[in-house]
């Protein structure tokens, strides 16, 4: 298809969680999750031939920063 292999992927995902006990009847979990939580910088592609003039070998955009989520669950 005439296009190059790039750089790897390199995106790790975590989530932490903790249930936490109310009352004999309820508990609370609270949640951590965080997306590329390491931060690497991962590019989506190169240039492929058809680019050649243009584009041609450069990483011309990236994949989505670190985000963190955070969450809260009530069970009764």
């Known amino acids: 298809n005439g296009s190059f292999i790039g750089p790897g992927l390199d995106l790790w995902d975590i ?12 508990q609370f979990q609270f949640r951590a999750e965080l997306f590329n939580a390491f931060n690497h910088n991962s590019f989506n592609g190169l240039g492929t031939v058809t680019d050649a003039y243009y584009n041609f070998g450069q990483a011309i955009s990236s994949h989505d920063p670190r ?10």
């Open 67 to 76: 985000e963190i989520q955070l969450g809260g669950k009530l069970y009764f």
């Open 15 to 26: 989530a932490l969680m903790k249930n936490i006990r109310v009352k004999s009847w309820a």
